[in-house]
């Protein structure tokens, strides 16, 4: 989405404004502890996805994003007046899956690291099935007696 510098910088701007608006300026007390982790603008200025996570339980999630929808406006407005563009873009709340894919990740790791200790014990105990090298040597000359 932010392919174009002047998208690109606007989401850097969005993004500081938000979460400052977050953290001095919207006092609902539905908000959790929210961390703004990124922000897309559309190639054409008119529309912002702003990422973000909370910290906290599925109840946390829903009452913040409920709290984000009613800020949508108060945020949008100081967007606009901080920004200078000549139309605001729409700003649209998601949460992001930063945390939830990240805790996949860890679980899957930690089943493999398990599995691989697993099969390194039952290598220590493994013997060959047949000789210990199975390949042909090359007979070696019987030494002559004079």
Known sequence: MTDHPRARKLAERIH?????MLDTRVKD???????V??????GDLQHATVFYTVLGDEQA???????????TGLIRSEVGKQTGVRLTPTLE?????VPETAAHL????????????????????ATF??????YRKPAEPAADED
């Open 16 to 20: 500081e404004i938000v979460a400052r």
């Open 29 to 35: 007390p539905r908000l959790g502890f929210v961390t």
């Open 129 to 134: 099935a047949g000789e210990a090298d199975p």
């Open 93 to 97: 709340f998601t949460l992001d899956a």
């Open 106 to 125: 860890e679980a899957a790791l930690s089943e493999a690291a398990a599995r691989d200790a697993e099969l390194a014990k039952a290598r220590e105990s």
């Open 37 to 42: 982790t990124e922000v897309r603008v559309t």
């Open 61 to 71: 999630r829903e009452d913040s994003a409920t709290a984000l929808a009613s800020a």
